[in-house]
């Protein structure tokens, strides 16, 4: 059952919403456009405010999902957070669209809602005040992401070796920000 869990998490991750967004509304690809990302951030960028709140939801929902339905079955949370970690490696390299996925940010602050609220609650008030601050998606991103471990650890020490991993994933996705943001070249909005 962990493993058929594992699949369906990672098929659903593989939905990219900007891009189904995108062509229901008639709009570019996002990989094509904009930042070439297929997330919130670009969405709001190329296709404005409405199909990039949809694009967060969507994205937050199939993060979300698996974990409920992993904890429905009875699984501990150490379990719920790799059934949640296909989830975002789904939207990183999603089969439905030749492997070429987002940065997986709003997908694993749904997969952390799941598992441990106040870590999610603590993620998306660091992203939000990073961003405020600095105008940067990515910088927020890779601010938000780590600062959830030592929450997690102390109280859901299960789930820390699987949100480390989701770190690396995160970090990883976002080296090409880290370039341009040490570089002084990032975008802003």
């Not at 994205?59 to 009875?74: F, S």
């Not at 820390?160 to 995160?170: E, Y």
């Amino acid at each position: 059952m962990f493993w058929l869990l594992v699949l369906l998490a990672y098929l659903l991750g593989s939905l990219s919403f900007a891009i189904l967004l995108s062509h229901l509304s008639g709009g570019p690809d996002p990989r094509a456009t904009g930042s070439g990302n297929p997330g919130a951030t670009n969405m709001l960028r190329v296709a404005g405010r409405k199909l990039a709140i949809l694009t967060l939801l969507g994205d937050l929902l199939k993060g979300l999902l698996p974990v409920l339905i992993a904890r429905g079955v009875g699984y501990d949370i150490q379990h719920q957070a790799w059934i949640g970690i296909a989830a975002v490696i789904g939207h990183l390299f999603p089969l439905y669209f030749h492997f070429r996925g987002g940065k997986g940010v709003a997908t694993a602050a749904g997969m952390l809602l799941g598992l441990y609220p106040p870590a999610a609650l603590l993620a998306i008030a660091a992203w939000a005040l990073t961003f405020h601050l600095t105008r940067t998606s990515s910088l927020a991103a890779l601010i938000a992401t780590p600062l959830t471990l030592p929450l997690l650890a102390w109280q859901q020490p299960l789930a820390l070796l699987p949100m480390c991993v989701l770190t690396l994933l995160i970090v990883w996705r976002h080296r090409g920000n880290l370039r341009d943001l040490f570089a002084g070249r990032e975008r802003h909005f």
